[in-house]
T-cell receptor, first 112, second 110 residues
Framework: DSGVTQTPKHLITATGQRVTLRCSPRSGDLSVYWYQQSLDQGLQFLIQYYNGEERAKGNILERFSAQQFPDLHSELNLSSLELGDSALYFCASSTDGGAEAFFGQGTRLTVV | GIQVEQSPPDLILQEGANSTLRCNFS?????LQWFHQNPWGQLINLFY???GTKQNGRLSATTVATERYSLLYISSSQTTDSGVYFC????????????FGKGTLLTVNP
């Protein structure tokens, strides 16, 4: 158990819908990262937050947004879903940038 | 951005064999991690090794930061070692994202 909790584990939804993925970091970790893993793109960095502030942005679509709350949990919002958004979404946390990162078990999103 | 290349892309072993996986990166790093993704999709931390050598049971890793590569050694492989092994690096500066290689798919046959 990495200490990073993601919910839900599985999600099936229809095209055009909106979903929210939730992540609770390890105790004491201030930095949260979101990654998308698809068969054709591998593990792609989406966005990073540190202590509530956005720190880095990667290949995140405009239809996607995220935030980190005062209690340090984070949510990734995916809207206007398309078939191509089907993927495994990971959250990771670390004490700070450059420190060892630990990953949650992922949320498997299927868009039908 | 920083580039990460892993080799070989695929590896098939018989149980009990040894193997070496390689990770090359294109720039200096302040973080390098090896992960094992098991068949259920979980990413399991193996090593945090921006430089030097570490060992954990049958697994060991070495990173030569000056030459921009890292090696993961698996000895006496077991079927439970099967899965994808990822190398990920953080290039430092003000951007602390981990950039992943494409992975090595390891299959260990009984």
């Amino acid at each position: 158990d990495s200490g990073v909790t993601q919910t839900p584990k599985h999600l099936i939804t229809a095209t055009g819908q909106r979903v929210t993925l939730r992540c609770s970091p390890r105790s004491g970790d201030l930095s949260v990262y979101w990654y998308q893993q698809s068969l054709d793109q591998g593990l792609q960095f989406l966005i990073q937050y540190y202590n509530g502030e956005e720190r880095a942005k990667g290949n995140i679509l405009e239809r996607f947004s995220a935030q980190q709350f005062p209690d340090l949990h984070s949510e990734l919002n995916l809207s206007s879903l398309e078939l191509g958004d089907s993927a495994l979404y990971f959250c990771a946390s670390s004490t700070d940038g450059g420190a060892e990162a630990f990953f949650g078990q992922g949320t498997r999103l299927t868009v039908v | 951005g920083i580039q990460v290349e892993q080799s070989p892309p695929d590896l098939i072993l018989q149980e009990g064999a040894n193997s070496t996986l390689r990770c090359n990166f294109s720039d200096s790093v302040n973080n390098l991690q090896w992960f094992h993704q098991n068949p259920w999709g979980q990413l399991i931390n193996l090593f945090y090794i921006p430089s030097g050598t570490k060992q954990n049971g049958r697994l060991s890793a070495t990173t030569v930061a000056t030459e921009r590569y890292s090696l993961l050694y698996i000895s006496s492989s077991q079927t439970t070692d099967s899965g994808v092994y990822f190398c990920a690096v953080c290039g430092g500066g003000s951007n602390y994202k981990l950039t992943f290689g494409k992975g090595t798919l390891l299959t260990v046959n009984p």
